[in-house]
């Protein structure tokens, strides 16, 4: 196995059409892990935290754009970021450990595609969209169309991520991010959720975005549960029928994690808690930033 | 040379027995300077890897390990032909059959070969080519599953002992012990509240943090030395010995820092492979495990199947007790089920008991002690089924307790500790009925649970050498792996005996060349018995001392006292002469100072701990968050306060995470789904709350400073607790566990008829 750590985009790419048995990686705290496990050890592995364009984050004209490698333990911690999207913050903070977290990224949360990923909710809500490159150049899909099963993704081969775009919120617009672990901290998310909500001066909803992790074989939106918010005040009617929505949106399995039974019945009550915090955070915030 | 330490009346106070000074190995811990087994290297040195069992029951058909040898980096292989059979008499808990397999594998991760190479990585890849033929079997993985009629058995002549008329068909029942006592009929006539209750545990694991591993160098002449962490290095030398077919003198055995055990590493699994490849090898090998080896082929300790059926008339007194208790023991025997029977019913004073244990080989790891082994499982149906009757009968549940609790006097239902001397139970249940954590108003969702646990402790074989310096100060050298603080509870012990400064004492974890004979750390034996050799040996030293001053000032040596630390004489015609002085001088009146003590020791009293759990239920996701938590145990005394501390918070830690959440998943093929922890959930920091101590001090009148054993019973009554605390805050009585938030929402669903 050979190691190299590229300091451009291009140099990544070259690298990466240079040999078929080749993988990109920021963090490796998933890669290793898999590496230990089986996975079969790739002949040349690319180490993207040396291109610091993968590494920032960074303003401008009203979006947020993060490097794809760029570790968690920035996007957690950066003040903008928090102020405009703190559920991001937050999913950003519960991967892993503090010592993971100086590690892990946004770009390798995404592309391990587990249904369990704690950015991936987040992302989705905030509509965030992500920036491809390959030997062909660089391409922008939303971040919901890059995972397509469990460990599975729709880039090519020859393609990485290179960063996240993410437009600035309209005023009065929060996300939050909720996820069920038996313990605290160190843990993978049993079921996931994460919202964003848009509310008008009279605090009823106008926009809502719901997303529902841990719970299908990728992260899946709650549509129904969205129609349920859209036009109405947060209220105990609205929120029983989030909880059906969004229980009704997975198709879970069992597992060593947890039973389907439990991950349907909890999504439903992560999806209340999420919409009543991204609710109460879009009132305290006001206007855009 | 006998001095009577055992008859020794227990002082109130002293000089340096209960203080809290620093551990004489605490700082090499914290900067990282300690040596754990996996940190030695040795010029030369190659590394080992295990081929393990990926089938959970399979015959062997054929081991072929011709491509492994010419793999780049081999240096030598072993099958199971390279070690003798296991012998007759291996005993418990059957490490040597253990050791690797041999016409047949009994659960995943059993050793089938191992192969030592230049590097890890060639090991590993050589290992991957040894041509394994199994024929697999039929797999049993729970009692119910190896108890049925029909059931595939793993022992082909395992017939089962302990029944009225022995069986003449084999089956996976490998012992059945029964106990009973008074007229179990008429006691439970005489009750007004009966309850009888099923529960159910799971396999979990101890879950040290410092997987197995060794260093074996072997030379030619037939020896080898061993580095390796254990709970005693004096049982790796007498059981790598059995398990090679050598005599004990050609190893010598070198203990390293030991991060953890918990009564996992009472035991063996990698040194006799360590030590035959590295004589094949002709270089040192070390082996450490991957976390995922330490859970699939060590440890863990029983999953259960238990009723417990107890009668109380409505004034609390309890009339009768029937167990009936069902215990895993792995893919061999052990004596689990019996260990769970002689404690199921041990805190109280029940006059009519009947208690009927099993021993059910299972294929999954061979079972080894977990802190108070098989006394949590039972526990958890007694203290829940005391919990029901004083809710019934609208009794205090501490109060019932104290009504029944045995004292001095009372006779105990197991066979190991017949009648009772001096303990402390009801001391330890009136210390949480009068703490104020017992009165906290609760608020919604919130429940309160209390339970107590009774472990027997043990005392066994312990050695201690202790020797004088030139300028006063001494070495204290033991045979006990430290643990959990033993070094410097041994050097307390010396200070008070010899009257120095307990920083001028060194205490040493001497190898099995440099000390005498002492048995495993187990059964919260060492500050008791490896106490009692230092006391011996100290108090040896004090008569030579004495010896040694009369020779000084030309007098009698019944003319010489020691006190506080200095020969005094009695008729005060000399200055008092201090250790040192006397040592200064120790050339000119016969030489170096020391002495050795040992016994076998006697007396260990057993240990009481009474607890509170309050938590809250979420009940929407069916999560428990334990809020406070309150502890007070018997120590007898409390030689480092610290340490006694640190082992009731370890083992209610533990036992927290074995009542919430640990369990061993496996999949429909017998395979172990969690083997990391990730996945099986033992507790992080930020789950528990800071778990309070009262250290409970009724001294032990057979010990020289009234020492009872502190390791074990912590883990006893956590299990109860929180199911009485769930049941408190929900109404739920879970009697299977794991209590996950998954079981307990399943609960509430039930109780609220959804789902």
Not at chain 1, 131 to 152: C, E, H, L, Y
Not at chain 2, 103 to 110: A, C, L, P, T
Not at chain 2, 261 to 279: D, H, N, R
Not at chain 2, 570 to 594: C, D, F, R, V
Request: charged residues 20%.
């Amino acid at each position: 196995m050979r190691y190299v750590r590229p300091g451009t985009v291009d140099e990544a790419v070259s690298l990466l059409n240079s040999e078929p048995e080749s993988c990109v990686f920021a963090g490796a705290t998933d890669l290793v892990p898999q590496m230990q496990g089986g996975r079969p050890e790739p002949k040349l592995m690319i180490d993207l935290k040396g291109i610091p364009r993968l590494v920032k984050v960074s303003y401008s004209n009203g979006q947020l754009v993060v490097g794809a490698a760029t570790p968690v333990s920035i996007v957690k911690v950066d003040d903008n970021l928090k102020a405009a999207f703190p559920g991001l913050s937050e999913s950003s903070g519960l991967i892993g450990s503090d010592q993971i977290q100086n590690r892990a990224s946004l770009g390798g949360n995404l592309c391990t595609a587990s249904p369990g990923a704690d950015t991936i909710p987040s992302l989705m809500v905030n509509s965030a969209r992500v920036v491809i490159a390959s030997s062909g150049g660089t391409r922008t899909i939303p971040v919901s169309d890059v995972v397509t099963g469990p460990g599975s993704v729709s880039l090519k081969s020859n393609e990485f991520v290179v960063e996240f775009i993410l437009d600035a919120p309209p005023k009065r617009t929060a996300d939050a991010y909720l996820r069920f672990i038996p313990r605290t901290e160190m843990d993978i998310a049993v079921v996931g959720a994460a919202a964003r909500l848009t509310l008008d001066d009279a605090d009823c909803c106008t926009e809502a975005l719901v997303a529902i992790g841990a719970a299908a074989p990728t992260v899946v939106r709650a549509p129904v549960a969205e129609n349920a918010l859209r036009g109405n005040p947060i209220n105990d009617e609205t929120l029983a029928e989030v909880m059906a929505a969004a229980s009704a949106v997975c198709s879970p399995i069992s597992d060593k994690r947890g039973t389907k039974e439990y991950r349907r019945q909890v999504a439903g009550v992560l999806a209340k808690r999420v919409v009543l915090q991204a609710a109460k955070r879009a009132k305290e915030k006001g206007g855009a930033v | 040379m006998t001095v009577a330490v055992e008859e020794s009346p227990v002082k109130k106070s002293y000089k340096w027995v209960g203080t809290r000074p620093v551990r004489h190995d605490g700082l090499e811990k914290v900067n990282g300077k300690a040596r754990f087994a996996a940190d030695m290297t040795k010029p030369r040195m190659i590394h080992g890897h295990v081929l393990r069992s990926p089938l959970a029951h399979a015959k062997i058909l054929s081991v072929d390990t011709t491509e492994a040898e010419s793999m780049p980096g081999v240096k030598a292989v072993v099958t199971a032909a390279d070690f003798p059979p296991p012998s007759k008499n291996e005993g418990f808990p059957h490490r040597s059959s253990n050791l690797i397999a041999r016409e047949k594998v009994r659960y995943e991760g059993q050793v089938v070969a191992a192969v030592a190479a230049t590097t890890r990585r060639q090991a590993k890849a050589a290992a991957a080519k040894i041509a394994v033929k199994y024929e697999e079997l039929p797999h049993v993985l729970t009692v119910d599953e190896a108890m049925a009629d029909g059931a595939p058995l793993l022992h082909e002549n395992l017939i089962t002992k302990g029944l009225d008329t022995t069986p003449k068909q084999a089956s996976n029942i490998a012992k059945r012990d029964y106990f009973e006592q008074g007229d179990l009929e008429a006691g439970f006539a005489e009750a007004d509240v009966v309850y009888e209750h099923e529960f159910t545990t799971k396999v979990v694991h101890q879950g040290y943090i410092e997987p197995h591993a060794c260093v074996a160098d072997t030379s030619k002449d037939g020896r080898s030395e061993i580095w390796c962490s254990s709970q005693g290095h004096f049982m790796v030398r007498s059981a790598t010995a059995e398990m090679l077919g050598w005599e004990t003198s050609q190893l010598k055995v070198i203990p390293a820092e030991i991060g953890g055990g918990f009564g996992g590493k009472t035991t063996i699994y990698l040194e006799p492979l360590a030590v035959k490849l590295s004589q094949k090898a002709n270089r040192p090998v070390k082996i450490v495990m991957r976390r995922e080896d330490v859970f699939k082929a060590t440890g863990p300790t029983p999953g259960t199947k238990i009723r417990v059926k107890i009668g109380a008339r409505k004034d609390g007194t309890l009339t009768a007790g029937k167990a009936w208790l069902a215990y895993e023991s792995g893919a061999f025997p052990g004596s689990w089920g019996m260990l769970g029977g002689w404690c199921v019913f041990a805190p109280y004073d029940i006059p009519n008991v009947q208690i009927e244990s099993f021993e059910v080989v299972v294929n999954k790891p061979v079972n080894i002690a977990y802190r108070a082994p098989s006394a949590p499982m039972a526990a958890f149906a007694t203290e829940t089924v005391i919990d029901q009757i004083a809710r019934e009968i609208k009794m205090d549940p501490i109060e019932l307790r104290l009504l029944n609790a045995v004292e001095e006097g009372d006779y105990n239902h197991s066979s190991m500790v017949g009648t009772f001397q001096r303990i402390g139970l009801k001391e330890t249940l009136e210390a949480i009925r009068d703490h104020p954590n017992y009165k906290i108003p609760l608020g919604p969702n919130q429940g309160r649970g209390v339970a107590t646990g009774f472990w027997f402790n043990i005392a066994q074989s312990s050695s201690a050498t202790v020797n004088l310096t030139e300028n006063g100060r001494a070495v204290v050298v033991t045979g006990s792996p430290d643990i959990g603080g033993s070094r410097v509870s041994m050097a307390l012990m010396a200070a008070e005996e010899l009257g120095i400064d307990v920083k001028f004492i060194q205490p040493v974890v001497g190898d099995t060349e440099a000390v005498g004979f002492t048995d495993v750390t187990e059964g919260s034996r060492t500050t008791f018995a490896t106490g009692m050799a230092v006391v011996r040996a100290c108090r040896e030293l004090v008569t030579q001392l004495r010896e040694r001053a009369a020779i000084m000032w030309d007098c009698s040596v019944e003319d010489v006292e020691w006190v506080d630390g200095k020969a005094h004489h009695s008729g005060n015609k000399e200055s008092p002469l201090s250790l040192a002085e006397i040592t200064a001088k120790a050339k000119k009146t016969g030489g170096p100072l020391n002495a050795t003590g040992s016994l076998e020791a006697k007396g260990q009293g057993p240990a009481f701990s009474t607890q509170i759990c309050d938590l809250e239920v979420d009940p929407e996701t069916g999560k428990a968050t334990i809020l406070r938590y309150t502890t007070a145990q018997d120590a007898g005394t409390a030689i480092h306060p610290s340490y006694v501390e640190g082992q009731m918070q370890g083992g209610v830690a533990q036992g927290i995470g074995w009542a919430l959440n640990e369990e061993y998943i496996h999949d429909k093929k017998g395979v172990m789904q969690n083997p990391g922890f990730l996945d099986y959930r033992i507790p992080v920091a930020s789950d528990l709350p800071m778990i309070e101590t009262v250290i409970v001090e009724v001294p032990n009148p057979k010990h020289p400073y009234g020492v009872r054993g502190v390791g074990e019973v912590g883990i006893v009554p956590p299990i109860p607790a929180i199911a009485n605390a769930i049941h408190d805050a929900t109404g739920l009585r879970l009697r299977d566990l794991p209590m996950s938030p998954v079981r307990v929402l399943e609960g509430l669903n039930q109780q609220n008829g959804v789902g």
